[in-house]
């Protein structure tokens, strides 16, 4: 069985920076495309960052684009989001997500599993 478990989020400054990390058990991630999503209060989730297998594609939501940068760690089954210059609409619940598919599919919310979410608070 396939498990994701976020951590690294919290509460922080404007302004701070926060890397989350996903570690992924259950199988290797080597061949799987892996994202983040958010939850903002009272919002939908949004997509925030996808990438590819092979690391060489990514994709970035518009409003991260520039501050955030996803990347992986095969060898560690993990996947991370570094979070630059965050500002209080940063704030929400951010969830791991993977799957057999690509870093397109990952974007569009095509994820075969997702974590349970992790909370990152950013004050003003």
């Known amino acids: 069985q396939v498990q994701l478990v976020e951590s690294g989020g919290g509460l922080v400054q404007a302004g701070g920076s926060l890397r989350l990390s996903c570690v992924v058990s259950?199988?290797?991630?080597?061949?799987?495309?892996m994202g983040w999503f958010r939850r903002p209060p009272g919002k939908e989730r949004e997509f925030v960052a996808s990438i590819g297998w092979r690391s060489g594609v990514t994709y970035y939501g518009d409003s991260v684009k520039g501050r955030f940068t996803i990347s992986r760690a095969n060898a560690k089954n993990t996947v991370y989001l570094q979070m630059n210059s965050l500002n209080p609409e940063d704030t929400g619940v951010y969830y791991c997500?993977?799957?057999?598919?690509?870093?397109?599919?990952?974007?569009?919310?095509?994820?075969?599993?997702w974590g349970q979410g992790i909370q990152v608070t950013v004050s003003s």
């Open positions: 259950g199988d290797p991630i080597s061949s799987y495309g």
């Open positions: 997500a993977a799957g057999r598919r690509s870093a397109s599919d990952i974007k569009s919310g095509a994820s075969d599993y």
